[in-house]
């Protein structure tokens, strides 16, 4: 029933929601009632995904954009106040890993982790900062990684581009906590999507065995918490950062 519903009419905008974790975070907010700005270099996938949302009534649109690419992300913003006159929540999930030991690792590979996983979320946060703090109120989500807190033999610059979101969600959170704008990070441990589909039969069974819950988590894991911390339910919490991980770094 609409009337139920923890989200109705919100405008939300996903990054990185053509697949794995972001899909499934557009889709749970659409399911509780929100319009859905879908955000991807692949079009084909956001499409697909703007499809599912529409299928549960709800609006969605498309945006092939590279979150790194701040011109783009203003555009994008722009376009969506056009349409929606209103940004309630923005969940900053794209993300991409560029693995090797720092002796092999490229200057390429360390700069483009940090600006598709760092700086998207500096372009992002800044363009919906000011609608946000018209409205008096928002929601944040910087989607993180257990990485980001305890380092990874081969990710320094995976583990530093999370470690960054996660200060700059800390710092974010002090400087719109006047204007009623919650800001936290996720940090989720190793969830079944393409991203960790990569990795070998030795490295998953190397990290199931540090997970306390014994099992992978999946996609609707990171979703669930995320819909929490948009709803009411969790206005009285900001800069905090919620590990999803099934007890692996405690
Ligand atoms: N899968 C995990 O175990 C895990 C664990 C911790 C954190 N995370 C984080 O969760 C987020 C989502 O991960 P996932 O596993 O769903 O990854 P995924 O690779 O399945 O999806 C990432 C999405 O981001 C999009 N993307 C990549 N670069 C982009 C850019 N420049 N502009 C716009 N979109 C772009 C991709 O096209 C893709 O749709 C990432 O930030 C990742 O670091 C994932």
New binding site residues.
């Given amino acids: 029933m609409v009337e139920n519903m923890l989200l109705k009419d919100k405008v939300a905008i996903v ?8 899909k499934a975070i557009a889709v749970a907010l659409a399911r509780e009632g929100a319009n859905i700005v879908i ?4 079009l084909e ?1 956001a499409k697909a995904t703007a499809r599912e949302i529409e299928s549960l009534g709800r609006g969605a649109l498309v945006f092939e ?4 690419r701040a011109d783009q992300v203003n555009e994008m913003v722009k376009k969506v106040l056009d349409s929606f006159k209103r940004i309630d929540i923005l969940i900053n ?5 560029r693995d090797a030991l720092i002796v092999r690792m490229d200057e390429s590979d360390w700069d483009k982790v940090m600006e ?2 760092l700086k ?1 979320a500096f372009n992002c946060s800044k363009a919906v900062a000011r609608p946000m703090m018209k409205q008096r109120s928002g929601k944040i989500i910087n ?5 980001g807190l305890v380092g990874n033999v081969g990710q320094s610059n ?1 583990a530093a581009s ?1 470690a960054g979101i996660i200060g700059l969600a800390k710092s974010l959170a002090k400087e719109l906590a006047p204007r009623g704008i919650n800001v936290n990070a996720i ?5 079944k ?4 589909e990569r990795l070998s039969q030795e490295v998953r069974a190397e990290m199931l065995k540090r997970i306390p819950l014994a099992r992978f ?1 999946d ?1 609707e894991d990171v979703a669930r918490v995320v819909l929490f911390l948009v709803s009411d339910a969790a206005g009285y919490i900001t800069g905090q950062v919620l590990n999803v991980d099934g007890g692996m770094i405690m």
Avoid at 39 to 42: E, P, T
Avoid at 93 to 97: D, H, V
Avoid at 143 to 147: E, K, L
């Fill in positions: 990054t990185g929601a053509a697949q794995g974790i972001g955000v991807d270099i692949n996938g954009v590279d979150v790194s999930n794209a993300g991409i890993t598709i996983n998207s989607i993180a990684s257990v990485i995976y999370k940090a989720p441990g190793f969830i999507t393409e991203m960790t988590g996609v």
